[in-house]
């Protein structure tokens, strides 16, 4: 069946019912580094033609990763994998520990204080930690990108990664690869046609990526691509910007201390985002924005961002030459969000629709299977903000679960804001929620509030159907129960 005949059917069927980074400390380590590596191991594309000492490591099931000595370790935390010590490297953000792993694995963290309130999210996979004064251990079953919360400290991230298969060589044509154990300040690096980057987990890579109407880009490897080459309000660059790209890959990298959006899908066409680690601390870094873009997946990623974790826009940002060169104001179509994890800090909404729409049409957007840790900001956890002239049709919301939230639960508008530049207003036609479970906490009720709205009698919000839509297990049927609010709202339909 057709995606628009499902959201056409389902209305059908219903219609009966109801800063690590300090001046001191970032001065100290630009001087290390120029000690360390010369000019030529600094800023290079390729990698060097010999091996480094300190690749990443097996023994066992487990692969440890070995980072440069000068990067900065966590003084919260200690990790340890079948015994083996893993690395916990901090950010701005929280610290994250990382590694590979064939199979099941047990961890042990040593925490700075003793504390009984501990848990792991995603809570889906029900691992239940054993805490003994400081130390907590836990067996997971396989790879797995987990967060542990303890209360009154940082989160700790936990990657857990696949072995690593088709690695490409180091010396093949097109082949940019950074070996483990180095810092690379590379500024901004620029893809062509049918190139690799290759970050190898323990590599880290300083600066941000370009890649303009290209095809056949990958971006992969474990490593970590570090924003915080640039600083924000004085040279400050989105992370990684495809523009006007084709049958693309961004994979298993991780990214930490960005300045602004983190990844960018400009125009593109058949991109796939997969097993991609986000750590942002700073307004406005978004996690993935897909503008003017069509055929687009982001799978089994796990973002922590200090504004909207997905955004979907269509809007020209070619004036911003240091990081865009094209218009983006095109259609969006044919978007899947799959099974992924997200954290919003500051603003921003968890899963976001908008603001800014400056195109005919935005349809067939999906997000399904994921897992909503939090958004302890100002934001909502979804999202459709119209603030422009497209028509937003056909979204999908299935099998959603979110563990906790502040502000508002559903917040889906059609409006005039600051980031508008059409005269005209839009619509938002055929929204499904289905499959969504809630946890409310004794802190939601009184003060978390949901909110559809259409901007005039022209300009409306129809057709919204919530199907097994559950707060703490109790099915919602009516709009009382969640506190719903709602204005120029046609046809909100609860089964």
């Known amino acids: 069946m057709k995606r628009s005949n499902l959201f056409k059917s389902s209305f059908i069927e ?22 360390l590596f010369s000019p030529s191991t600094q800023a290079q594309n390729k990698a060097p033609n010999h091996t480094v000492a300190g690749n990443s490591q097996s023994t066992g099931n487990v692969e440890v990763y070995n980072y440069p000595r000068i990067s900065p370790r966590s003084n919260d935390y200690k990790c340890k994998a079948d015994g083996c010590e893993i690395f916990v490297y901090q950010t701005s953000a929280g610290p994250f520990a990382a590694f590979s792993s064939s199979g099941a694995v047990n ?41 542990l919360e303890m209360e009154g400290m940082p989160a700790l991230y936990i990657y857990i990664n696949p072995p690593e298969k088709n690695v490409p060589d180091f010396a093949a044509p097109n082949v940019r690869y950074f070996k483990a154990g180095q810092v690379y300040e590379v500024g901004e690096l620029t893809l062509s046609d049918n190139e690799t980057l290759y970050i190898e987990g323990g590599a880290v890579v300083r600066g941000c990526i370009r890649a303009t109407s290209a095809k056949n880009v990958h971006v992969a490897g474990f490593g970590v691509i570090d924003g915080g080459y640039y600083r924000k309000g004085v040279d400050g660059h989105r992370s990684i910007v495809f523009e006007d790209c084709q049958n693309s890959t961004i994979e298993d990298i991780i990214m930490i201390e960005p300045t602004s959006w983190m990844i960018v899908l400009g125009i593109c066409r058949d991109i796939a985002v997969r097993n991609v680690k986000q750590l942002g601390s700073l307004g406005s870094t978004d996690g993935a924005d897909i503008v003017g873009s069509k055929q687009i997946r982001i799978q089994n990623c796990f973002f922590r961002n200090g504004d909207d974790c997905i955004a979907v826009k ?33 603003g921003g909404q968890a899963l976001e629709i908008g603001h800014e729409l400056r195109t005919r049409s935005i349809q067939n957007i999906r997000f399904i299977n994921c897992d909503i840790l939090g958004v302890h900001g100002f934001g909502g956890v979804f999202g459709i903000h119209n603030s422009d002239r497209a028509t937003v049709r056909d979204v999908l919301y299935e099998n959603i679960r979110v563990e906790h939230h502040y502000d508002k639960l559903i917040d889906i508008k059609v409006i005039k804001s600051r980031w508008s530049k059409d005269t005209q207003r839009g619509q938002i036609q055929n929204v499904i929620f289905r499959n969504i479970d809630v946890a409310i906490s004794e802190y939601n009720p009184g003060y978390t ?3 559809i709205g259409g901007y005039d009698s022209e300009h409306t919000v129809s057709n919204v159907l919530f199907e097994d839509f559950r707060l703490n297990g109790v099915k919602v049927l009516n709009p009382d129960q969640m506190d719903l609010y709602s204005k120029q709202a046609i046809n909100i339909i609860f089964k």
Do not use: H
């Open 14 to 35: 219903a219609a009966g019912f109801t800063a690590w980074k300090n001046k001191n400390f970032a001065g100290t380590w630009l001087c290390i580094l120029s000690i």
């Open 314 to 346: 269509s809007l020209d940002l070619s004036a911003q030459r240091n990081d865009a060169t094209l218009d983006y104001s095109r259609d969006v179509e044919d978007v899947e969000i799959n099974g992924c994890a997200f954290l919003s800090y500051i």
């Open 107 to 147: 961890i042990e963290i040593e925490m700075p204080v003793e504390s009984k309130n501990v848990s792991i999210s995603p809570k889906r996979y029900g691992i239940l930690p054993d805490i003994n004064g400081k130390l907590v251990s836990f067996t997971v079953p396989g790879p797995m990108l987990l967060a």
């Open 449 to 451: 509030c949901s909110l």
